[in-house]
């Protein structure tokens, strides 16, 4: 694991920074929403760990036109960690690829997914100081809703990160965004297990045909990514 850049580069950067969320900011809205700006700040907040959420058999939703969210999940994870590359930040990836982190003993697919998600919140619990971001879509069984919610773990910080992210994602790319931060359920095995500040980000519906063809689109990700990779650029603690 890599740790952070030096303070010089992190002014710079600070600097570059404001530049580039204010581009994103303009580039996306239309004139009827004032631009957020955010300062990024000098120095993030310790190690910033993502997790593409399912992989490997566990494509979890499948999308209206069947693409499994195993994938953008996966592709918005790259993204962010690209755009964060620029700001020399350097995350911890849980998967890179499409795979199960399931231990070789497991055989069944309820043994994977019970084995996946016990490594996933150790390889989380062994980063010092970190912050986990879980990448995840929704569904629902009616086709008209959209739009990104954040989840938030009961642990120290979730909650302030969660609100920061559902604000970033509102200014840069939904301003009529009206969902609020949610305690995430008691049935979300990592998000429960971890005792790092953990966020959860269901980025939009797949069952929500125009939004599902947004968020299989390249310059749609990298826009939700840069707008994720914004907000923890932007995260004060
Ligand atoms: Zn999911």
Not at 184 to 194: A, F, K, W
Request: net charge negative.
């Amino acid at each position: 694991m890599r740790r952070g850049v030096g303070a010089g580069l992190c002014l710079v950067t600070a600097m570059v920074g404001v530049v580039l969320l204010m581009a994103l900011a303009l580039g996306r809205l239309s004139g009827a929403v004032e631009p957020a700006v955010y300062r990024v700040v000098a120095r993030q907040p310790g190690e910033l760990v993502l997790d593409a959420g399912h992989g490997g058999e566990d494509g979890g939703a499948v999308s209206v036109t069947g693409v499994p969210e195993s994938q953008i999940n996966l592709e918005i994870v790259l993204r962010m960690r690209d755009v964060l590359g620029l700001y020399g930040v350097d995350p911890v990836l849980l998967r890179e690829e499409d795979v199960s982190l399931h231990d070789e003993g497991a055989s069944t697919l309820r043994e994977k997914k019970s084995s996946d998600l016990k490594n996933r919140v150790k390889a989380v619990r062994a980063v010092e100081d970190g912050t986990l971001v879980s990448i995840h879509q929704n569904t629902y069984s009616s086709a008209k809703y959209r739009g990104a919610q954040v989840f938030y773990a009961p642990t120290e910080g979730s909650r302030d990160l969660a609100e920061h992210i559902q604000t970033c994602i509102r200014a840069a790319l939904q301003p009529d965004n009206g969902r609020a931060v949610k305690p995430i359920p008691d049935t979300v095995y990592l998000m429960n297990h971890v005792d790092c500040p953990a966020v959860l980000v269901e980025c939009g519906f797949l069952t929500n045909p125009e939004e599902e063809a947004l968020l299989r689109d390249g310059d749609y990700q990298k826009q939700l990514a840069t707008a994720l990779a914004g907000a923890w650029l932007t995260v004060e603690r």
